[in-house]
């Protein structure tokens, strides 16, 4: 993370400032493949972090010869991907991202031209994407750094061990919290997710 972002949540909100001091390392790195990313983050879908490692690495396994690409995912059958032990809605919803990428629904060459927004809708459009799904891919596949999910549960707890003490943070609460962190929201939300590693 970059000195200037962490002088300016300095600036801006000292509890961030300080998870920035203490985890100044987190970085955005954009992912190569967005296909690939995708078919990752609905196999991750609901579990925990270290489940849906274990699923993915089984995932993977069905394409040794190939590797994942939405080509591959649409040669096989769901019952196929289905044994890596991703239900078969998951399987059907990888399916469904896949065809975006092969018919050219989603072209991602014109990502770089398009706002966050602009993004989501299209993502969110492909059933079995959902606003979480997309957020995720906006700060770990583009390296978009102004991305706060609101509805993603780590971020929550985070927030409230942090910030809400006894009383539960309203939703209002945590958007001016957020809102303060702009335009690096997205490293706000990497401290969140690291203070939580920290604290296990």
């Known amino acids: 993370m970059k000195n200037q972002i962490i002088s300016y949540f300095r600036k801006a909100d000292p509890v961030i400032w300080q998870l920035a001091v203490k985890f100044r390392h987190v970085s ?24 849906g490692m274990v699923i993915w690495s089984r995932f993977e396994k069905l394409f040794t010869a190939t590797g994942v690409t939405a080509a591959a995912v649409l040669s096989k059958n769901p019952l196929v991907l289905h044994t890596s032990g991703i239900s078969l809605s998951k399987a059907n919803y990888i399916q469904n991202v896949a065809r975006t990428f092969i ?24 059933k079995g994407i959902g606003r979480w799904s ?67």
Request: net charge neutral.
């Open 134 to 200: 997309a957020e995720m891919f906006l700060i770990f596949a583009l390296g978009r750094q102004d991305v706060f999910s609101a509805g993603d549960a780590g971020l929550r707890r985070a927030l409230q061990h942090l910030y809400g003490q006894s009383h539960k943070l309203t939703d209002q609460r945590i958007l001016e919290i957020t809102r303060s962190w702009s335009p690096y929201r997205s490293f706000g939300c990497l401290l969140l997710w690291r203070s939580l590693d920290n604290s296990a």
């Open 103 to 126: 018919n050219k629904t989603i072209q991602p060459r014109v990502f770089s031209t398009q706002s966050d927004e602009e993004i989501i809708r299209q993502l969110v459009s492909i």
């Open 28 to 51: 955005l790195k954009p992912a190569d493949d967005y296909f690939l990313h995708l078919a990752q983050t609905i196999v991750s879908q609901q579990l925990s972090e270290q489940a």
